[in-house]
């Protein structure tokens, strides 16, 4: 049986960009939800303060507030507030609301459901008394080999017969929705490691999938590896399939878990050099190269932080902040602020539409030049020529492993 | 292809690579010379430094207000250069009863090649800039305040918490904080006895541990000592943080992401 036989996805599946709750504020939440939604019986009305929120994207305008709690944690996201109503306690939304809220805000696995004893301090903080730990650092997961899960391992020839059934933009479309995928709250998250789960398994390799899950392993593989997928993709895919018809998201999570087995933790040689005689070189590096994957990822922390050093350079080093400003315009022929507007753009609007193809005609919408609104799309993007010439180069330079210097140089094809 | 690295790219590795670039290009085409791109260099690097360290030192201190008993009193750089005039001096202090915390902050990138690739020579010369000579910056400050203290009232330390803050991510885990231990202990740095475990934070870090702190659950220097007594010192900050607090970001950040999204919005024509 071939691979894709074991690994099903629906085709027009997009993705889920982020899961907006990671975003919430502390205070925010402090002051739009009462003290009913904590009172020993929990099952009053909610009401919370309603300020009307305008998100870039208009996310908000989109939806039914009782639709989907990811509308109300969009206008949090965004800054607002939770709009007013009652009795949604009983349509069990609240409560997922509330659990999503509390835990993201950090009051824990706390909800009017399960009506958690709280202590409150003096300054209104809501603390469990008994606190239940949250997300571990994604290093600690152990993954599920392809082997363990289909049975199989990936050899160069299936690879390349994978590669050779889609034309590879749509590969790569296909990577970099399941890279997409895997960045919510977390790839570790058991609800991501579970819905992945249910979609990219069937028959037995979904049972032994869920059964690795009740393991407290991990079935889907990491960014990285789903990074590396994409990596082979644009180094060898094909411009003409010999074969269409078949499920490029399905190929393209097969890659990756194949890509997995090879690249397990590195392991020390005997007689390998030691860094400052403690640890083998190679786990040092490997180390260093997977940190930065294995840190949370915060959009909003990332952009509120990028806008504040900002303010503090305009405010604090105004003269030196205008000496860096002319040289970046000078080099790139944009501004920053052209540049931040053009990527967070891109960014929400994949959070919008749920999509990792994103329109150039968005940018019209913005007011900036035509010539600066290029130059800073220039900055961010490359044809997939491109980026497979300068990937070789990389792979040459450093070998397959987790270099990604190029990727995170042209994030947009 | 990539949401993460779309932000990461937008929010500061283009400023970082695209003028440096620039400036090779310059001292390529004899546009420069060699002695004003690295002034150039050099002045980028302090200018990302200063905006760096200004954002950290807003982040630890926070709402921390000097209390007119002496119990809590804090002195940033530009203080510090007043009493040591000269001398060595990191980018804050707080002291906190008997405990004090130590910062310098650090912007030194590691290189591309040494964070992504194999080059194990340039990771081991961005951590002797990145690491050992901020160590060495801290340690010259703490034994002069173990000798002579700081500013009346003088006190006598319990703990002092050294911590090194790299603006542009270092990877901290149980495996290199072993090996800085052993360098360090080599050294001779951080040796005194009232030191507690040298800790290397990233931003991300910092802000997770400033919104605790903002909530009232801890100080930073609680959190430091919990991991010090919990043999946990080694681990990464984010595991303290997510295990026993998981709130994630201040206030501070917080708000600038909603002046982040209000710009987004006033700079469409169609109005947001």
Redesign the interface.
């Known amino acids: 049986m071939p691979l894709g036989g074991h690994c099903t996805t629906t085709k027009k599946q997009t993705p889920k960009?982020?899961t907006l709750g990671?975003?919430i504020?502390?205070?925010?939440v402090r002051s739009s939800l009462n003290t009913s939604l904590l009172s020993p019986s929990c099952v009053s009305p909610i009401r919370v303060t309603h300020e009307v929120v305008?998100?870039?994207l208009?996310v908000a305008k989109r939806h039914d507030p009782l639709e989907s709690n990811k509308w109300v944690l969009a206008r949090l996201y965004?800054?607002a507030e939770i709009e007013s109503y009652e009795g949604a306690v009983t349509d069990g939304f609240w409560n997922e609301v509330s659990v999503d809220v509390l835990?993201?805000?950090?009051a824990?696995q706390l909800s009017p459901a399960t009506a958690m004893r709280v202590t409150r301090?003096?300054?209104g903080?809501l603390?469990p008394e008994k606190?239940v730990?949250?997300?571990?650092?994604d290093?600690s997961a152990q993954y599920a080999t392809m082997q363990e899960l289909l049975g199989v391992s990936l050899t160069v020839g299936e690879r390349d017969r994978i590669l050779k059934r889609h034309a590879r933009l749509d590969l790569?479309a296909a990577?970099?929705a399941l890279?997409?995928e895997l960045?919510p709250v977390g790839h570790t998250d058991e609800e991501v490691q579970e819905s992945l789960a249910d979609r990219k398994f069937v028959g037995e390799a979904r049972d032994r999938a869920k059964k690795f899950l009740e393991l407290g392993h991990r079935v889907i593989v990491s960014?990285q590896v789903a990074?590396n997928a994409?990596k082979v993709i644009l180094l060898n895919g094909v411009e003409d399939p010999i074969e269409d018809g078949r499920d490029s998201q399905a190929d393209a999570f097969i890659l990756a878990l194949g890509l997995a087995d090879f690249h397990g933790m590195a392991r020390a040689t005997e007689g390998e050099d030691r860094?400052?005689?403690?640890?083998p070189?190679s786990?040092?590096?490997e180390?260093?190269?997977?940190?930065?994957f294995n840190?949370?990822?915060?959009?909003?922390?990332?952009?509120?932080?990028?806008?504040?050093?900002r303010?503090?350079?305009q405010k604090?080093?105004p003269a030196?902040?205008a000496?860096?400003d002319d040289?970046?315009r000078?080099?790139?022929g944009t501004s920053?602020?052209v540049?931040?507007?053009?990527?967070?753009?891109?960014?929400?609007q994949?959070l919008e539409s749920q999509s990792?193809a994103i329109s150039r005609g968005l940018l019209s919408?913005?007011?900036?030049s035509e010539e600066e609104l290029d130059n800073a799309l220039k900055?961010?993007s490359a044809t997939a020529d491109t980026i497979a010439a300068d990937l070789e180069i990389?792979v040459e330079?450093?070998?397959f492993?987790?270099?990604?210097?190029t990727?995170?140089?042209f994030?947009?094809? | 292809?990539?949401?993460?690295?779309?932000?990461?790219?937008?929010?500061?590795?283009?400023?970082l690579?695209?003028?440096r670039?620039?400036?090779n290009?310059r001292q390529g085409t004899g546009e420069m010379s060699q002695s004003e791109a690295n002034k150039?260099r050099g002045?980028?690097g302090k200018?990302r430094g200063?905006?760096?360290e200004?954002?950290v030192v807003?982040l630890i201190k926070g709402d921390l207000r000097v209390d007119p008993n002496h119990r809590v009193r804090s002195w940033d750089g530009e203080e510090m250069e007043g009493i040591w005039p000269g001398q060595s001096i990191c980018d804050l202090i707080i002291e906190r009863n008997r405990t004090l915390l130590a910062v310098e902050v650090v912007s030194h990138a590691?290189r591309?090649?040494?964070?992504?690739?194999?080059?194990?020579e340039g990771?081991?010369k961005d951590l002797q800039i990145a690491v050992i000579e901020k160590a060495e910056q801290l340690d010259a400050v703490i034994s002069r305040i173990n000798k002579g203290g700081i500013q009346e009232p003088r006190i006598e330390y319990e703990a002092i918490y050294p911590v090194l803050v790299n603006a542009m991510?270092f990877?901290w885990?149980a495996?290199?904080d072993?090996?800085i231990r052993?360098?360090f202990k080599e050294l001779g740095l951080l040796q005194q006895p009232n030191v507690r475990p040298f800790v290397i934070m990233?931003?991300?870090e910092v802000?997770a541990l400033a919104?605790?702190v903002?909530?009232?659950?801890a100080t930073f220097e609680s959190v430091l000592e919990d991991r010090f007594r919990h043999g946990r010192s080694g681990e990464?900050i984010?595991?303290t943080v997510?295990?026993?607090?998981?709130?994630?970001?201040p206030?501070?950040?917080?708000?600038?992401?909603?002046?982040?999204?209000d710009?987004?919005?006033e700079?469409?024509?169609?109005g947001?």
């Not at chain 1, 180390?287 to 930065?292: D, G, Y």
């Not at chain 1, 919408?365 to 900036?368: A, D, G, R």
């Not at chain 1, 492993?401 to 210097?405: D, I, K, R, Y």
């Not at chain 2, 903002?214 to 659950?217: A, N, P, S």
């Open positions: 960009i982020l990671r975003a504020s502390f205070r925010q305008r998100s870039p208009e965004f800054g835990v993201q805000s950090g824990f301090l003096p300054g903080l603390i606190n730990p949250q997300q571990i650092l290093t790569v990577a970099s890279i997409a960045y960014p990074l994409l860094w400052w005689d403690v640890m070189m786990t040092a590096m180390l260093t190269r997977n940190h930065s840190s949370s990822f915060d959009p909003a922390a990332i952009i509120g932080r990028w806008w504040r050093m303010e503090i350079a604090d080093f030196e902040t000496t860096f040289l970046f000078e080099a790139t920053l602020e540049l931040f507007s053009v990527g967070a753009h891109f960014f929400f994949m990792v919408q913005l007011e900036f900055l961010m990389e330079t450093f070998g492993g987790w270099s990604f210097n990727l995170r140089r994030s947009v094809i | 292809m990539n949401p993460a690295f779309l932000l990461e790219r937008v929010c500061g590795s283009a400023q690579w695209e003028v670039e620039a400036i290009q150039a002045g980028f200018y200063a905006v760096a200004k954002y807003d590691m591309e090649t040494a964070a992504s690739g194999g080059d194990f990771l081991a991510r990877p885990n495996l290199i072993q090996a052993v360098k990233s931003v991300e802000e919104a605790v903002e909530c009232g659950l990464p984010q595991w997510s295990r026993g607090y998981g709130i994630s970001r206030t501070i950040v917080n708000d600038a992401f909603g002046r982040a999204a710009a987004l919005i700079w469409r024509t169609d947001g």
